[in-house]
C-alpha cells in the first residue's frame, strides 16, 4: 500500500469520527513529510525515523504499507465506518455547509475540495464563520472579500465550489455581516450560535428575523442541541416550531439536517413538523475537517427514515436548479 494513500486515509478516517484534531493532524503532517521525500530516505528506516513530523505511530503505518500491508491503525478504523449509505445518500449531489481552515475548521480548502471530489460531489458551499463569532474566527467583511477570489480559482468542469457564509443571527433577527458582503455570495447558512436559553417567544422572533431577510437561504442547526460527543451535551433553545416553520416555507429558506452526529439537529418531531409545514431540507455535513464531509451519510439515514421526499432536499437539485433557488 502507498504509504501516503494510508497515512491521508487514516487522518480521514479520524475526522469523519471527530477524534481528536490532533490525532489527525499528526497523520496529515506525516503525509506532507513523506509527500516528496527522496526514496532512499523513506526506504531507509533510521533515517526515516528522524525525519521532522514522522512519530512512532506514523512510522509503523508507513513500514507497514511499505511492506506491503494494510496498516493495522487504518484496518481498525476501516472496521467502524458507521451507517451504510442509504438509497438517498445516492442522490444527494453537494453540501452547503463546511469549514475551512480560514475560520475555525482544521485544514486549507484545497483539503476540503480534495475531499469533495473524492466523494464525487458536484458542488461545495464554502461557509466560514461571521465575525462576531470570535472564538471560531469568524470572518470580517475584508477577509471575506478576500476569500471570495480564493474561491474562484477552485471552480472547474464537473465541480463547483460555491462562495458562501454560516452567518450567525443576532438577537434582532438581523445576520452577521453587511448586505454588500451577504449579496455577493452563493450561499448563505443563517444559524442561531449564543443565548440558546432565551425565552421562547423572543427566540421565535430572533430566528423569524433571519428567515424573512431576503438574503437567508438555509436555516442552520436549528436548535443548536448537543446530544453526545467531547463537547458534552446541552438542550436545544425553544421556539414556536409551528411559526418558524411556515415562514420557511414560505419563505422557501431550507431547514438543515445537520449531519453531525453530537448534533442530531432538527429532532426527529421538529422535521416531521417542518415536512407538515411544506418546507425545503438541505442535508448537510457541517465538516469541519475533509473526513467530516462524509458524515452526510448521518444525515442521508435520518432524511429517509423520516419519509423526507427527495424532491424537497435542495442538495439533491443539479447545481443550475440550486442556483435558480438562492437566487430567488
Not at 455577493?184 to 421565535?204: G, N, R
Not at 453526545?228 to 409551528?242: H, I, L
Request: charged share 30%; aromatic share 4%.
Amino acid at each position: 500500500m502507498d504509504p501516503l494513500d494510508a497515512l491521508t486515509e487514516i487522518a480521514y478516517l479520524l475526522e469523519r469520527e471527530r477524534a481528536s484534531r490532533y490525532k489527525s493532524k499528526a497523520f496529515r503532517t506525516a503525509g506532507a513529510a513523506i509527500a516528496s521525500i527522496d526514496p532512499g530516505i523513506l526506504n531507509d528506516p533510521v533515517r526515516l525515523k528522524a525525519v521532522p513530523g514522522i512519530g512512532d505511530s506514523t512510522f509503523k503505518v508507513i513500514q507497514q504499507a511499505l511492506a506491503g500491508e494494510v496498516p493495522d491503525y487504518l484496518a481498525r478504523l476501516r472496521a467502524d465506518n458507521g451507517p451504510k449509505p442509504s438509497e438517498l445518500r445516492a442522490k444527494l449531489r453537494g453540501d452547503l455547509h463546511a469549514h475551512s481552515e480560514w475560520s475555525d475548521g482544521t485544514t486549507p480548502i484545497d483539503l476540503m475540495v480534495a475531499a469533495a471530489l473524492r466523494l464525487g460531489h458536484e458542488y461545495l458551499a464554502l461557509t466560514d464563520h461571521s465575525p462576531r463569532l470570535t472564538i471560531a474566527r469568524g470572518l470580517s467583511a475584508e477577509r471575506l472579500e478576500e476569500q471570495l477570489g480564493v474561491v474562484e480559482t477552485f471552480r472547474d468542469d464537473g465541480f463547483t465550489l460555491l462562495t458562501g457564509i454560516e452567518v450567525d443571527i443576532h438577537e434582532d433577527g438581523s445576520l452577521d455581516q453587511t448586505d454588500e458582503m451577504l449579496g455577493k455570495l452563493d450561499v448563505v447558512v443563517a444559524s442561531v450560535h449564543s443565548k440558546l436559553k432565551s425565552d421562547p417567544k423572543e427566540m421565535t422572533k430572533r430566528m423569524l428575523g433571519a428567515i424573512r431577510n431576503p438574503h437567508t437561504d438555509v436555516l442552520g442547526h436549528v436548535t443548536g442541541r448537543l446530544v453526545e460527543g467531547s463537547r458534552g451535551t446541552r438542550p436545544g433553545s425553544t421556539f414556536d416550531p409551528a411559526a418558524v416553520f411556515d415562514a420557511c416555507a414560505e419563505h422557501r429558506v431550507a431547514v438543515e439536517i445537520n449531519s453531525r452526529p453530537e448534533r442530531q439537529d432538527p429532532p426527529d418531531e421538529l422535521i416531521a413538523m417542518a415536512l407538515d409545514a411544506g418546507c425545503l431540507f438541505a442535508i448537510d455535513s457541517d465538516a469541519h475537517a475533509p473526513g467530516q464531509l462524509s458524515l452526510l451519510d448521518y444525515g442521508a439515514e435520518r432524511a429517509e427514515r423520516m419519509g423526507v421526499p427527495a424532491d424537497r432536499i435542495v442538495t439533491t437539485w443539479p447545481l443550475a436548479e440550486l442556483r435558480e433557488w438562492t437566487s430567488r
